[in-house]
């Protein structure tokens, strides 16, 4: 039942594209499913050799993980890392910190990415829009830290220029690196700047396979630009904007950990805190690699369920999932 | 069709280009200007990285920084390696991708549904680095460039998202080429392949900055400095100092910010210049309306 | 529905066909593993791989000048597995969880992992070894560190010796000079310096533009050499641990440690301290110093040449009057001067790699050799005659073959135990200048050894600080900061310490006593 459920949802976003289909006998869709299945041979060993082979290795969450002793090696612990994890008193912080974080980037830093694109699209002179295109994906190239130093460069109290504009507007001496409030602002404001144009790239892919006739028959018609860009542009990424957002909500508890860790200082912590920071102190720092392991794997869970559940929903109002 | 488009000018249109120009400027060069003093820098001296607090020219020019990098044979060698391995994988990469791709976005396979779970199972948890290593260990993959490929080979979010193009693609000439006894693989070569350029040119940037950044590979996989690729280097000159007393031996001063700089750029400008080469297969996606038509 | 169920079939041999596929890679790789483990466990060996971590852009190449002296000497096939300092815990994990693990490791720290892993047996006890007197070069001239560099009395590697007395004073020389001061020579004197380097126009330009102290974000936690570590040691604060009538109390439950807390919250409330205290990258600590702004650094003597050369490069003519360097002071309760650990990790021999005590014995051997007063030449200067000459009794560097020594300081040190003392040469002095620096360096620190203190838990290894000490110590330093911001009072700083107790600190209490009591 589930199949043919999924396959209608699925063939209904398509449906314009899509042919009736002809009723084929068993031999003849056979014949044509031994070619799909070659071709998807060399992709399943890959999964089954590196994705799912390792994880035989995640059995190192429910026990003391010793180099040395090996993964069977090493004693049996069970839950005792889940408990710790759970009960840990700073549980409820990091919570908060982590998904106010990856809030933030979803509504703020994933819409930027789309308008961007948008206006990109409607550059007309095409060497700006290479130009502009190249310009905004360089940041991409610099690593967290270099980019964290800039910042530092760039809110240097008394000489950095964002610190001295800053403060002839708000008039007050702040150091806003260290200051608790500043700390989100400022983690949107890097992550635009990093990701903004590189995140354009995929959407000006799905637009360039944009039907250019439709527009030309809806300039005919007499439709404005607002009006092209709501009924063509935007109908013709939808499918990749919904397929982004259920893979990002499946990522919402992972927000990173060098940007965060870099910017985080004795201050700002309170609000800086988030999981994947705690699993580099306890487990990377501390080398309990059980202890790591057993937090991604709670994550992993909840990223299963949001992925699963979002996708559900999207079929649900008759999208396209992703599968 | 550009013609068409200045036919139907409007005065607000003609604002809104105006005030959308000038935006995209703007952000083009606040993406741009921290880039640029990194390069200014990478040719400054280090008495001047010191007391100017940011610049986009530096006073005196030297050359210094680069020619203390480029002077190591084992930068040089990295330089190369990094260039060929990103070169093969990507292709290795792209392929194997789009070749499992291809048959997923088969709505009516069977045991599409399960395959597609487990590959989002992937994306979202994964093993962690040692489960991995071990692996790699066990087929005999350490200090070869295989390791630096074939553990990413597939990237499940990649995948997800060529998929879904493909299930979107126009299915008329699939089905005349179908008639035309083509089976699957040449349909895929001279049918969809081309037809994705856009979505195929996207994601080999993405694997060759993927291969191009990684640096966890290179340094958990290979201990035979000789075959270190880029990044690794890059990693040292530019890591956040935690250098308090104790770690360094009894004189040795903290590595110079204009060799950090240099660095990066010597790491950072070639992939840059792979974007505006495949720019250009943006483009060519205008095809599948021609084609149509 | 059914010709859909049959066509599942295809799916399933492919999924067999790939687990086959699995399996075969398996057994074949596992055979290879086996193959090597088998030949490496025999006979003596004749070659020696050391996993080392390198500082220098990059790194050594194999078989380079070095290696083949090295190897040469030592009448083995050297071979260093260079690591990216930076990345070289990560590594460590994950060679330990391989099992071509080196014959040879530099192990950085105390870890977690490593403790689980000697106390499993993963390392060669060495202290009987070491002891004995069959390895001359490896008998430690000072024991105590050897001891702290030990797990709980057992000596695990040998530690590479690093300057026992490292902290000083830095002090714009020039300043002092305009507004007519003497160098500080207690806390009380250093607060004095830092009002009047902020309040008194220390550089003559009639405006408000000027600091004392220059204080950066630190890395670390407490007891970590950080600025405030030491304010609070000459304060009377203890190193970290402090014995109070033989039992160990935490630095941070001192009253001594409250007194000195407040005297650095006084020293930023003031504005004696850079605004961005909290936020500043310690790559950048050079900075306000050379242009002026602050004039108070402490650390490590060996930023003082640093700033010396930065002054040469920005006025050549009068580069000698602008650094000041001072001991460590006087306290307001007595003289204490803050040392190091006196080690910088240590080699440890995994008994994985090394299996009989035969091979041990003759691992030692080598190591003997490698500290060997022509090996540590070859580790800390390079190679006579080519990247360096000696004049008198000085390595006088060659700077056409700079990147050489870059690699020689920056990566072949790296392998130096000089535990029985350092004897390759020092760097000559560019100029009288320098030569005075230098001297006065030695004094000071000859001068400061009588007065440290050293941390009596240093060799200590409680399980409860190894899984969450990290997190512990955080608090401890987080809370400080935020009291000298003024975040917190001294409630509030109070309630932090509680928290520490009560979150793991008490069993950490608990713990190292009992292990005191045991083994001091």
Known sequence: ?323 | ?293 | MTPRKRLRAPLAILTVTGLALTAACTSGGADDGGGEDGGDGDDALSSLSIMAPYFAAVPPEEDDLIDQALSELTGVDLSVQWVPNTAYGERTNVVLAGDDIPDVMVIQGKTQAFVQTAEAGGFWDLTDYLRSGDYPNLVSENPDVEEASGVNGRVFGIYRARDVIRHCIILRADWLANLGLEQPQTTDELFEVARAFTEDDPDGNGQDDTYGFINPAWPGSIGSNSPYDALELWHGAGNLWTDEGGELVPSFTTDEWMEAVLYERDLVQNGYTNPDYATMDPATWNEPFVNGQGGIIIDVQSRAPQLVDLFREQDPENFESYVALVGQPEGPNGTFAMPTSGYSGFLAIPRSSVETEEQLEQVLTVLNDLTSTEAQILLNNGIEGDNFTVVDDYAEFNPDRQDFTDQVTGAWAQLGMNVAGYNAYSTRPETPFDEGLAQLRLDLQAEDLENAVFNPGASLVSDTYMSSGTQLDTLISDARIQFIAGQIDEAGLQDVIDRWHSQGGDQVIAEMNELYSELG
């Open chain 2, 1 to 293: 069709m550009a013609r068409v488009k200045y036919r139907f000018n409007t005065p607000a249109g003609k604002v809104f280009d105006a005030v959308n120009v000038t935006v995209l400027i703007a952000v083009g060069t606040i993406a741009i200007l921290p880039f640029l003093y990194v390069l200014a820098g990478s040719f400054a001296t280090e008495y001047e990285l010191t007391t100017r607090p940011f610049f986009l020219w530096p006073n005196e020019f030297t050359t210094d920084a680069y020619a203390s990098i480029l002077s190591s044979s084992v930068f040089v060698r990295a330089f190369i390696t990094t260039i060929a391995v990103t070169g093969v994988g990507t292709a290795i990469q792209l392929v194997l991708t789009a070749l499992m791709a291809y048959p997923l976005s088969k709505i009516d396979l069977p045991g599409r549904r399960t395959i597609m779970s487990l590959v989002v199972f992937t994306m979202v948890f994964s093993a962690g680095l040692i489960p991995t290593f071990l692996v790699v260990k066990q087929l005999g993959l350490l200090d070869t460039y295989w390791a630096l490929i074939l553990p990413a080979a597939i990237n499940p979010f990649s995948l997800i998202i060529i998929k879904n193009f493909f299930q979107e693609l126009p299915k008329e000439l699939e089905e005349s080429a179908k008639i035309d006894g083509a089976n699957e693989l040449r349909i895929l070569r001279s049918v969809v392949m081309p037809l994705s350029k856009p979505v195929l040119a996207t994601f080999a940037l993405f694997y060759a900055v993927g291969i191009w950044n990684d640096y966890m590979s290179p340094l958990i996989y290979l201990s035979d400095t000789s075959k270190w690729t880029l990044q690794m280097f890059l990693r040292q000159v530019t890591a956040a100092s935690s250098l308090t007393g104790e770690d360094l031996g009894n004189e040795l001063p903290p590595p110079a910010q204009g060799i950090k700089f240099a660095v990066v750029m010597v790491a950072t400008i070639p992939v840059l210049l792979a974007y505006p080469f495949l720019q250009k297969h943006f483009a060519k996606g205008m095809l599948i309306g021609s084609v149509k038509g």
């Open chain 1, 1 to 323: 039942m589930a199949t043919l459920i999924e396959a209608q949802a699925a063939s209904g976003a398509s449906a314009a594209t899509l042919r009736p289909q002809n009723r084929r006998n068993v031999r003849e869709t056979l014949a044509r499913y031994r070619w799909l299945l070659f071709l998807m041979l060399p992709g399943i060993i890959y999964f089954l050799l590196f994705r799912f082979w390792p994880m035989y290795g995640a059995q190192i969450a429910f026990r003391d993980y010793i180099p040395f002793l090996g993964i069977e090696g090493s004693p049996w612990v069970g839950w005792e890392h889940f408990e710790t994890f759970f009960t840990n008193p700073d549980f409820p912080r990091l919570l908060r910190n982590t998904l106010i974080l990856a809030a933030l980037s979803l509504f703020i830093a994933f819409p930027l990415t789309i308008v961007m694109a948008l206006l990109l699209n409607e550059l007309r002179l095409n060497i700006l829009k290479r130009t502009v295109q190249t310009l905004v994906y360089v940041p991409h190239f610099l690593s967290w830290t270099v980019v964290v130093s800039l910042t530092g460069l760039l809110f240097a109290i008394g000489n950095g220029p964002l610190w001295t504009l800053l403060n002839d507007v708000m008039g007050t001496e702040t150091n806003f690196l260290a200051d608790p409030a500043w700390f989100r602002p400022l983690i949107v404001l890097q992550d635009v700047w990093k990701n903004t144009g590189w995140g354009t790239i995929i959407f000006l892919a799905a637009l360039a396979g944009v039907d250019q006739e439709q527009y030309e028959a809806a300039i005919i018609d007499g439709a404005g630009r607002w009006q092209r860009v709501w009924h063509i542009t935007l109908p013709s990424i939808r499918s990749t904007i919904i397929v982004l957002l259920i893979l990002q909500t499946g990522q919402i508890l992972n927000t990173g950990f060098e940007q965060i860790y870099l910017m985080s200082n004795a201050l700002n912590r309170t609000v800086a805190d988030v999981f994947d920071t705690y699993v580099y102190f306890v487990g990377i720092q501390q080398g309990s690699y059980s202890y790591a392991t057993a937090v991604g794997l709670a994550k992993a869970i909840v990223g299963v369920i949001l992925i699963f559940g979002t996708n559900w929903l999207a079929k649900r109002f008759n999208q396209q999932g992703i599968f």
